[in-house]
Every structure is written in C-alpha cells, then in structure tokens.
C-alpha cells in the first residue's frame, strides 16, 4: 500500500479515495478511505501533505448487512421456485391418486398403492406449504403463540434440501421449550440467516450445529 501511494503522489501529485485498512494504538484493524495531495509554497516546492481520512468502519457494516439481504433474498427465490416446480408435478399425483382409490375396492392391491402414492404427495405437499411459508415476504408483523421447537426443525428441513452434500446440519434442541408469541417467518429467516454465515466460514466438507 505505501509503495502504491508514494509512487502515486510522486506521478500525479494527489491520491483520491484509497481503500485500505490501518490499526488504532490499541493494534485494533479497522477499514478507511484515503485522500492525499501535496501542498506547494510559492516556489512550487512540496511543502507538505494534505490528509483527509474517513473511517469506513459504519459503512462496511452496512454493506456486510445488505450483503447478506441479498444471499437470503436469492434462498427465499430458490425456495419459492421449488415449491412451484413441486406444486406443479403434485397437481397431477394428488387427484390422480384419490381417483384410484375411489375405482377399486380397499383390499385392492393398486388401492393399497394408490394410497402409499398420496401419503408420498401428501408430505411433499407439506415441504413446499414450509417452502413458500419461508420464502413468502412479510410486510407486516404476524404474531402467534408458537411452538419454537416446531419452527426450528421445519427450518432445518428445507436448509438440509437446499445447501449441498458437503454441509451437514445437527441439531441440539431441548424438548421442554416455552411456547412463544412471534412471528415464525421472522424466525425462520433468523435461523436461515445464521446457517448461511455458517455455511459461508466453511471450507469443503463440514458441520453447522
């Protein structure tokens, strides 16, 4: 960085909006712009600098924040993509299903088959009603007395379908938790916000718990 700014100053005289990061006495790192140009006397001599420095540290954060806005934003596009793909296909097994149950008799070998079939949609059905519960957009605050062990693990199960085979999710959650009034789709963002900054930190194969 310094042979970068000397050799600027020395070719053009100033150096404008420099990225870079210096330490406070207490050898703490934070991030600042950089701004330099010389100061000449009446004889043209350089007679010293003009410094100005903005710390950067706020707006760093502010970007990490938006940063990570726009990962959960791509998850919940993702999911909602999924979920309609899924509608799609069980629109066509559900109905289809029943209808085979309703032309033989129960004892019926295909009727045994028929209902395994829409026990299958079914529970399909049910993973993309949490998808788009997940990925849907709140505007305003929808609280109720929910129960947090619920949310967590039907959070865990769309985040084990979504991140990749190298990422294994566990979980420790205790079984006596205290029902909660909140909004769980604020909940869920949370926990999805945390798996991702997880996920992010690891290199190859790893767990998140």
């Given at each position: 960085?310094?042979?970068?700014?000397?050799r600027?100053?020395?070719?053009?005289?100033?150096?404008?909006?420099y990225?870079?990061e210096?330490?406070?006495?207490?050898?703490?790192k934070?991030?600042?712009?950089?701004?330099?140009s010389?100061?000449h006397?009446?004889?043209e001599?350089?007679?010293?600098?003009s410094?100005l420095i903005?710390?950067m540290t706020?707006i760093?954060?502010v970007?990490?924040?938006?940063?990570?806005a726009?990962?959960?934003?791509?998850?919940g596009?993702?999911?909602s993509?999924?979920?309609?793909?899924?509608?799609?296909?069980?629109?066509?097994?559900?109905?289809n299903a029943?209808?085979i149950?309703?032309t033989?008799?129960?004892?019926?070998?295909n009727?045994?088959?028929?209902?395994?079939i829409q026990?299958s949609?079914?529970?399909?059905a049910?993973?993309v009603?949490?998808l788009l519960?997940?990925?849907?957009d709140?505007?305003?605050?929808?609280?109720?007395?929910?129960?947090?062990?619920?949310?967590?693990?039907?959070?865990i199960d769309?985040?084990?379908?979504l991140?990749?085979?190298n990422?294994?999710i566990k979980?420790s959650?205790?079984?006596?938790?205290y029902?909660?009034?909140?909004?769980?789709?604020r909940?869920q963002?949370i926990?999805?916000?945390?798996?991702?900054?997880a996920?992010?930190?690891?290199?190859g194969?790893?767990?998140?718990t």
């Amino acid at each position: 960085h310094i042979k970068h700014i000397k050799r600027t100053l020395e070719e053009t005289g100033f150096v404008k909006d420099y990225e870079l990061e210096i330490y406070t006495v207490n050898n703490k790192k934070f991030p600042i712009i950089l701004s330099l140009s010389q100061i000449h006397d009446p004889h043209e001599k350089i007679a010293g600098l003009s410094v100005l420095i903005k710390d950067m540290t706020y707006i760093k954060k502010v970007q990490q924040q938006l940063l990570q806005a726009q990962k959960l934003e791509s998850i919940g596009m993702l999911a909602s993509g999924i979920a309609h793909e899924f509608n799609n296909i069980l629109t066509g097994i559900i109905p289809n299903a029943e209808l085979i149950k309703m032309t033989v008799p129960p004892n019926n070998q295909n009727h045994n088959r028929a209902n395994s079939i829409q026990k299958s949609a079914l529970r399909a059905a049910d993973i993309v009603k949490k998808l788009l519960s997940f990925s849907r957009d709140e505007k305003t605050d929808n609280e109720e007395i929910s129960n947090l062990i619920v949310i967590a693990n039907e959070t865990i199960d769309i985040l084990k379908k979504l991140f990749e085979k190298n990422i294994r999710i566990k979980t420790s959650i205790p079984s006596d938790l205290y029902h909660v009034k909140i909004d769980s789709t604020r909940l869920q963002q949370i926990i999805m916000n945390l798996s991702i900054n997880a996920k992010d930190a690891i290199t190859g194969f790893g767990d998140i718990t």
